[in-house]
């Protein structure tokens, strides 16, 4: 019993180290050509995601186009046992003005799983409302959601009806179903 709980604290200090690590990571100022880079590659992050997602769903272009905006995230996820921890990075835009907002994103969760994986998350905000609550502020966001996924192949639901959620395969592989929430915030150093 002692044995599980100490294994139980570890995965839960790995989870959060994971987790945090990449609201550390912004602290640190990048130089301004090391920003510009930045902000062309999550560009670039975004396109790629988006062509991934229209191969594998070629209606979502319409949805995607239609929207009031949408994000793109890259996303590595560790499921160890009944913890989840997720850091990803990405950018949102608005289809109206076409302003890049840089982000990155931390998730908490739990529920039974085991595995290392790489998903593209895409969000398609239907309403100027649920764009704007997810960048509350301009700040940080957030969707509560839940997702249930057997090796590369996933599904997540929004319990907000005014976002879509889609996520397309990466690397790796997991078996877990999971629930928890996620925060969304602006990546200070590119702003």
């Known amino acids: 019993m002692r044995n599980t709980r100490t294994m139980l604290a570890a995965a839960l200090v ?4 994971a987790t945090i690590a990449p609201v550390r990571a912004q602290d ?11 902000r062309a590659a999550r560009l670039r992050l ?10 594998l ?9 239609q929207a009031v905006g949408y994000a793109v995230f890259e996303v590595d996820s560790i499921y160890a046992v009944l913890l989840v921890g997720q850091r990803g990075k990405g950018v949102l835009i608005d289809n109206k003005t076409k302003k890049p907002t ?9 529920g039974p799983g085991v595995g290392k994986q790489s998903v593209w998350q895409i969000f398609v905000f239907k309403s100027p409302s649920a764009m704007d609550q997810f ?9 509560l959601g ?9 599904m997540v639901r929004s319990f907000n009806p005014s976002i879509d959620i889609y996520q397309v395969p990466g690397a790796g592989i997991a078996v877990q179903a999971s629930w928890g929430g996620t925060v ?3 990546d200070s150093a590119l702003e």
């Open 135 to 143: 960048l509350v502020g301009g700040k940080a966001g957030g969707d």
């Open 57 to 65: 769903q070629p209606d979502a272009r319409t949805a995607v186009e």
């Open 46 to 55: 975004a396109e790629e995601g988006l062509q991934k997602l229209y191969t």
């Open 184 to 186: 969304y915030t602006v």
């Open 28 to 38: 640190a100022q990048p130089t301004p050509e090391a920003r510009e880079s930045e």
């Open 14 to 17: 790995g989870v959060a180290a």
């Open 146 to 154: 839940a997702s249930v996924s057997t090796g590369k192949e996933g």
């Open 102 to 110: 840089f982000m990155i994103s931390s998730r908490v969760g739990t």
